[in-house]
């Protein structure tokens, strides 16, 4: 049987705190025992390696020459048990070299990850971030495995497993290009439902949704909607918009990306739909982990709900 099977640990505790301080009484009131337990320990360790490990010289209880053999090595292992008890309780994001991986989708990656990468240059320069597109049941399998930290976005419910939070909320709006022959200062009911349309469906999101949402307003006004132009990517979009007169309705985080890029507006739809809300999404095998909280409380604190 392995030797090490039948030693007490806590006695090399014992057996440091009497190399540094070669004093059975001291060593006792830096541990908190009493003396005869602490007496009691050393009398266990002599009988584990067959060594006195102390003997008293000089008003004081100087290690043998197998406690000094081995008072590195014990001392070396203390202290990465130390620092793995430590780490685990703490993520310091200016001396973390790690990976985050982040599934969402390119709208995601869009509106969130420039100002995600520059606030961590600034308070995490060592820490780097993979972007990564999945389907939900994809995310769902990762997560618990670690392949995947955070999921930002709009899902259905991943199971008892997940956790969610509301990262932000916001309102759908409708882009068009500056100066349109239409609008004049605001968007009319007529003029957005007899505009043509652009509709943005990527791969992920709740876009699908939202197309549900307006088919239905249309419906209801009697109206159908022509859609000139499908996409599924937007990183063409704002240069479309801006040169021709189609509209596109967004979600309110995109349309402001939009409007850093190219000569668009922004109008608030000429009626009401209910609002967008993104959530982050973690496994519960990681809902302690410090670095994962860390991570959550970036989101939570740069895009306010």
């Not at 994809?138 to 991943?158: E, H, T």
């Not at 479309?240 to 922004?266: K, R």
Request: glycine share 4%; net charge neutral; with cysteine.
């Amino acid at each position: 049987m392995n030797k090490l099977y039948s030693l007490d640990l806590n006695l090399l505790l014992v057996f440091d705190a009497m190399l540094r301080v070669g004093s059975v009484s001291r060593t006792a009131e830096e541990m908190g025992l009493t003396q005869p337990s602490t007496s009691n320990a050393l009398a266990r360790l002599r009988k584990f390696f067959g060594d006195p490990l102390f003997v008293r010289s000089d008003g004081a209880m100087r290690p043998t020459p197998l406690a000094l053999q081995m008072a590195e090595q014990v001392q070396e292992a203390l202290g990465q048990l130390r620092r793995a008890i430590e780490d685990k309780r703490h993520f310091d994001p200016m001396a973390s070299c790690r990976r985050f991986s982040i599934c969402m989708n390119e709208m995601g990656q869009r509106v969130f990850l420039p100002k995600l990468v520059t606030r961590f240059a600034e308070i995490a320069p060592g820490v780097d971030l993979e972007a990564i597109e999945m389907t939900s049941q994809q995310a769902q399998a990762a997560m618990p495995n670690g392949d995947v930290d955070l999921v930002i976005g709009y899902f259905s419910d991943f199971g008892p497993n997940f956790f969610r939070q509301r990262v932000t909320t916001g309102h759908y709006v409708a882009v068009a290009r500056k100066e349109h022959p239409d609008i004049d200062g605001t968007l009319t009911l007529p003029a957005y439902l007899n505009a043509s349309h652009i509709s943005y469906v990527p791969a992920l999101g709740n876009h699908a949704a939202l197309e549900a949402l307006l088919a239905e307003a249309f419906m209801k006004h009697g109206v159908r909607r022509r859609v000139a132009l499908r996409v599924a990517n937007s990183l063409g979009i704002p240069k479309i918009i801006s040169s021709t007169d189609l509209i596109m309705t967004v979600p309110s985080v995109l349309a402001q990306a939009f409007c850093e890029t190219a000569a668009v507006q922004v109008f608030d739809l000429p009626f009401d739909i209910p609002d967008i809300e993104i959530f982050q999404y973690w496994h519960a095998r990681y809902h302690h982990d410090p670095a994962n909280q860390w991570l959550r409380a970036q989101f939570k604190n740069m895009f306010p709900a």
